[in-house]
C-alpha cells in the first residue's frame, strides 16, 4: 500500500491545557479530572497509568475530544492538530473520529458486532468515509493482519468475532484502527483482558505496526510493566490529577513520587516458603468434564499441604478454576478421588455433610457478583456464622465484629451495603465470609486480578497474616505470576487440563524449566523497557 | 435487631421512613397523580358502604334518571344510583383483580425462580407447559375455561390467576436466571443452604424491583380482562356491580348522549374510571421502574 507518508516525527499532534472534567453522580457533578495538561507529538507513544478511577480512560477519551455520557468538560483546552476539539461541531469531530483518530477498547469482544463478518467491520469506515474502494480497502486490511501477524490473513476476515481468539480479536480491531491511517490512536486496557502468552504476541503486534506507521498513541493501562515495553514517556495519574511524568527508561529507574513507587511494590512483596508433608488435601487422579464434551481435567493430580498456600497457574482454558470446582463438589469428577484429611470427599455437593462444607471455603474473583447486593456486612458475614457455629443476636454480631476487625475493617462496617465500600473493602468482606465458618482449606479464585495493585498487595499482606494466625491453607487460583511469586509457598503449573509441573516455590521457579512453564514465565512482562524486544529477540533465535 | 448486644449502636446512616419520604420527595408529578388517584380508588373500595350514598344493589326508583342532587350520576336501567354502583363497583374489581395478581405472582413467581435455580427437567416441564397455554388467546381461553367450570367469583380468580401466571413465569425465570449464576448464590449453595433460603434471601430480593414493576402491569391487565369478560356477560353476575358489568348493563345509553347533563353517555362513567385507574397504575409503575432500574436523566 502506497500511503504517503507525510508525517514528521516531532511534530506536537495533540495539546491538553488545564483540563477539567466532570462527571454527575447521584445529582451532583464531581470533579473526574482536576487540571491536566498533556502534549503529544506524531508518531510518540504516551503511557497514562494508573488505578481505577484515576481518570486516566476518561482522559484518553478527551485526547478525542469526547467526554462519556454524564460527563462534561469545564475548564481548558484540547487542540488536536490546529483543530479545538472542544469548540468543533459534532459533524467535524465525527469526521475526525475513525479515520485520524482512533480507539481501541478493552474488550475487543464486546466491541466487535458479533453478526457481521471481520472483514466487513474492519474495512467500514474507510469505506463509508470515500477515503478507499472496497477492493483496496480490503487489500489494505489483509496487509493489516499480515504485519499483524495473524493466521491465515487472507482468509481471516471471513470469519466471525466468535471463531476467534481473544488475543486475535483484539489485533483485528488494532488493523481496524489502523485502516484509515489515523495520526493518533487511543488504546484503552488492549491487552488487560488477554492471558500473559496472548498478552506477549498482542503487544508486539501492536508496537511493530504503530512504530511501522509512525502514528502517535495514547496507551492507558495499569499495569506498568506493560506500559514500559509500549510508552516513550509515561504520565501517572491519581484522583484526576497529574503525579508524576517522565520518559519512560526515566520513570522506571528513578521514580520521585511515593506514589508511583508504592504501584510497583506487590512486585516486591516476597514470602519465603517453608515445605511440609501434612497433606490436607489430596487430589488424586481426577478427570472432568462438563456434560459430554473434551475432558478440562485431565488426570490430574495435586497435593495440598496443610497451613501452606499453594498457587495453580495457568491460562485461561487450563483447568484450574475447574479444578476448584471439583474441590467443592460443584462438578463432581468421572473419575479419581478427592481425600480431605485423610478421608475420602463425597464427589456431590449435596452429599457432603455440613461440618465438611465448612471446612473448605471459597473465595471469589469479583467481589461485586459474589456478595448479594441486597444484604449488608452484618448478614452478609453473620451467615456463615449463625449457620454453622449456631451463634445468633448478640453473640453473632460480636463474632461479625471480631472478624472485621480480623481483616482490618472496623465494626462501623456491620450496616453497610457492598455498594458503599470500595473493591478492596469489598474483597475484605469476602474473606471475613469464608473466615468466618473457622476453614482449614480457603479457596482462592484469582482474588486479586480484579483489584489495583497497592490494593492487591495490602489484600495478599491480609491474606498472610490470617494464615499466620489461623493456619489456613490457601490454593491460590491465579494467573499473575508476580502474585505467585509473592505468596506461595508450592506451586502447581497447568496446561490445557493438566498437571505440567508441581513443587516448592524455588524449584518451579528456577531452571531447568518445563517447556510451557518457561513460556509461561517469559510472557511476564518485566520492569525493564527492552523487556519485549529481547524476549522477542531471544524465542526468534531459538526458532 | 436485637439491641441487647454490647456494641455502640452503629447509627443507620437512614431509616426506612427517610428512605421512603426522600423518594417521595422526588416523585414526579405524573408519579403523584396516579398514587392520589390509587389512594382515592383504595379509599373508595375500602370505605364504601359509608361513602355511597345508597346500598349497591337497591332500587330506587325510575329507570334512566339523568343526574340531580339526589342521583349524582343519575339512575341505570333498573333505576339504581349509579354514583353508589361505581363505588362499590371498586370495592368488587379492585378487590377480585388484587387478589388474582397475588394468585398468579404466587404460582407463577415460585416456579419461575425454581425453574431458573433448578434447571433441568423442572425448567423444560414447566416451560413447554407454559409456552402451550401462552399460545391461546387470553380471552377466548378464560371464556372456553368459565364455559366448562361455571360461573362465579371463585372460579373467575382461578381461571385468570392461573393465565397469568403463566406470563409471571416467564419473567420471574427470566430475571431470576440473571440472579441465579451470580457467585453469591454458587456460595450459598456451597455454604450448604437450602432451597428455600437461596430463593428467599438470596435471589428473591434481587429480582423485586421487576416484579414490582410487573405486578402493577399485571394489576391492570386483569382487571381489564374482568372488565372486558363481565362486559360480555360470564364476568362477575349481577346484582354485584362492578365496572364491566356497568358499561354492559347502559351500553344501549350510548346512542343518547343528550340525556344527562353535561351530555356524558351513562357508560362513560364505568369506562372512565377503568381508563382512569390504568392510567394511574402505569404512571405509578412507570416510575418505579425509572427508579429502580437506574436510568438516569439524559443519559
Known amino acids: 500500500m502506497a500511503v504517503e507518508n507525510k508525517r514528521v516525527k516531532g511534530d506536537v499532534l495533540l495539546t491538553i491545557t488545564g483540563l477539567k472534567i466532570e462527571g454527575k453522580s447521584e445529582d451532583t457533578w464531581n470533579p473526574i479530572i482536576k487540571g491536566v495538561d498533556l502534549t503529544l507529538k506524531r508518531g510518540e507513544v504516551l503511557g497514562l497509568i494508573g488505578e481505577s478511577g484515576a481518570g486516566k480512560s476518561t482522559l484518553g477519551l478527551a485526547g478525542m475530544g469526547f467526554a462519556r455520557p454524564g460527563c462534561r468538560f469545564t475548564a481548558g483546552s484540547i487542540v488536536f492538530d490546529g483543530i479545538d476539539l472542544l469548540a468543533a461541531s459534532d459533524e467535524e469531530k465525527r469526521a475526525l473520529w475513525g479515520s485520524r483518530i482512533a480507539y481501541v477498547a478493552q474488550s475487543a469482544s464486546a466491541s466487535f458486532n458479533p453478526a457481521h463478518r471481520l472483514m466487513d467491520q474492519v474495512v467500514e469506515t474507510a469505506t463509508e468515509r470515500g477515503i478507499m474502494q472496497r477492493e483496496t480497502a480490503e487489500a489494505d486490511a489483509i496487509d493489516l493482519f499480515k504485519r499483524l501477524q495473524l493466521p491465515s490473513p487472507d482468509t481471516i476476515g471471513l470469519r466471525f468475532p466468535h471463531q476467534v481468539s481473544g488475543g486475535q480479536l483484539q489485533r483485528a480491531m488494532t488493523a481496524m484502527a489502523m485502516s484509515c491511517r489515523p495520526d493518533m490512536i487511543i488504546f484503552d486496557e488492549p491487552t488487560t483482558a488477554l492471558d500473559v502468552t496472548t498478552q506477549v504476541e498482542v503487544l508486539a503486534a501492536m508496537r511493530r505496526i504503530v512504530e511501522e506507521f509512525n502514528t502517535a498513541a495514547i496507551y492507558i493501562t495499569h499495569d506498568l510493566a506493560v506500559v514500559a515495553q509500549m510508552a516513550h514517556r509515561i504520565m501517572v495519574l491519581r484522583y484526576g490529577n497529574l503525579v508524576e511524568e517522565a520518559d519512560t ?44 464434551s473434551a475432558k478440562v481435567l485431565d488426570d490430574v493430580t495435586v497435593k495440598i499441604p496443610r497451613g501452606r ?21 460443584l462438578l463432581p469428577p468421572s473419575s479419581g478421588t478427592i481425600s480431605f484429611n485423610g478421608k475420602p470427599l463425597s464427589a456431590k455437593l449435596a452429599d457432603r455433610d455440613k461440618d465438611t462444607l465448612r471446612r473448605i471455603q471459597m473465595i471469589y474473583q469479583s467481589a461485586d457478583t459474589a456478595l448479594n447486593p441486597r444484604q449488608r456486612v452484618r448478614d452478609i458475614i453473620g451467615r456463615p456464622v449463625e449457620f454453622y457455629l449456631g451463634l445468633k443476636g448478640a453473640d453473632r454480631d460480636r463474632r461479625v465484629v471480631e472478624l472485621l476487625e480480623a481483616i482490618e475493617l472496623n465494626e462501623s462496617y456491620i450496616d453497610r451495603l457492598p455498594s458503599e465500600m470500595s473493591g478492596g473493602q469489598k474483597q475484605r468482606i469476602s474473606i471475613a465470609r469464608a473466615l468466618a465458618a473457622n476453614p482449614e482449606v480457603i479457596i482462592c479464585d484469582e482474588v486479586t486480578s480484579a483489584l489495583d495493585q497497592i490494593v492487591q498487595e495490602e489484600i495478599l499482606k491480609l491474606l498472610m497474616k490470617l494464615q499466620k494466625d489461623t493456619n489456613v491453607t490457601y490454593l491460590f487460583i491465579t494467573h499473575d505470576i508476580a ?20 513443587g516448592l516455590k524455588s524449584k518451579v521457579l528456577n531452571p531447568p524449566f518445563p517447556a510451557y512453564t518457561e513460556l509461561l514465565l517469559s510472557s511476564v512482562p518485566q520492569m525493564d523497557p527492552d523487556w519485549l524486544t529481547t524476549l522477542l529477540e531471544s524465542r526468534k533465535a531459538k526458532a | 435487631m436485637t439491641n441487647t448486644t454490647p456494641l455502640r449502636t452503629v447509627k443507620a446512616r437512614r431509616t426506612f421512613l427517610e428512605n421512603v419520604i426522600r423518594t417521595l420527595k422526588s416523585a414526579p408529578t405524573s408519579a403523584w397523580f396516579g398514587m392520589i388517584v390509587i389512594l382515592i380508588y383504595l379509599i373508595a373500595a375500602v370505605f364504601a358502604p359509608l361513602i355511597a350514598p345508597y346500598g349497591e344493589a337497591e332500587v330506587l326508583g325510575k329507570a334512566y334518571l339523568p343526574s340531580s342532587a339526589e342521583h349524582f350520576l343519575g339512575t341505570d336501567q333498573l333505576g339504581r344510583d349509579i354514583f353508589s354502583r361505581l363505588i362499590y363497583g371498586a370495592r368488587n374489581t379492585i378487590g377480585i383483580a388484587l387478589l388474582t395478581t397475588l394468585i398468579s405472582f404466587f404460582v407463577g413467581g415460585t416456579l419461575g425462580i425454581l425453574a431458573a435455580l433448578k434447571r433441568g427437567w423442572l425448567d423444560q416441564g414447566v416451560s413447554r407447559v407454559v409456552d402451550a397455554f401462552l399460545a391461546i388467546p387470553v380471552l377466548i381461553f378464560a371464556l372456553m375455561m368459565l364455559a366448562v367450570v361455571g360461573k362465579g367469583i371463585g372460579n373467575l380468580i382461578l381461571i385468570l390467576a392461573l393465565l397469568d401466571s403463566t406470563r409471571v413465569f416467564r419473567l420471574a425465570r427470566a430475571v431470576a436466571l ?25 435471589i428473591v430480593p434481587n429480582i423485586l424491583p421487576p416484579l414490582i414493576t410487573e405486578f402493577g402491569l399485571r394489576f391492570c391487565f386483569v382487571f381489564l380482562t374482568i372488565a372486558a369478560l363481565s362486559f360480555l356477560g360470564v364476568g362477575i353476575q349481577p346484582p354485584t356491580a362492578d365496572w364491566g358489568s356497568m358499561v354492559a348493563e347502559n351500553k344501549s345509553l350510548i346512542n343518547f348522549p343528550v340525556r344527562t347533563f353535561p351530555y356524558i353517555p351513562a357508560p362513560f362513567y364505568p369506562a372512565g374510571a377503568i381508563a382512569l385507574l390504568t392510567v394511574a397504575v402505569n404512571f405509578v409503575v412507570d416510575w418505579f421502574l425509572h427508579k429502580t432500574s437506574g436510568l438516569r436523566d439524559g443519559s
Open chain 2, 178 to 202: 440473571n440472579s441465579a449464576v451470580m457467585d453469591y448464590v454458587e456460595a450459598a449453595r456451597l455454604r450448604g443452604e437450602g432451597t428455600g433460603w437461596i430463593v428467599f434471601r438470596e
Open chain 1, 309 to 329: 498456600t499453594v498457587a495453580i497457574v495457568g491460562e485461561s482454558g487450563s483447568g484450574k478454576s475447574t479444578l476448584a470446582r471439583a474441590i467443592t463438589g
Open chain 1, 483 to 502: 502474585t505467585v511469586r509473592a505468596i506461595s509457598d508450592e506451586i502447581v503449573v497447568m496446561h490445557k487440563g493438566k498437571v505440567v509441573q508441581q
Open chain 1, 249 to 292: 527508561r526515566k520513570m522506571l529507574k528513578s521514580p520521585t513520587q511515593d506514589y508511583t513507587k508504592s504501584l510497583w511494590a506487590v512486585r516486591a512483596l516476597q514470602k519465603p516458603e517453608s515445605p511440609s508433608d501434612d497433606i490436607v488435601l489430596d487430589v488424586s487422579h481426577v478427570t472432568a468434564s462438563y456434560s459430554n
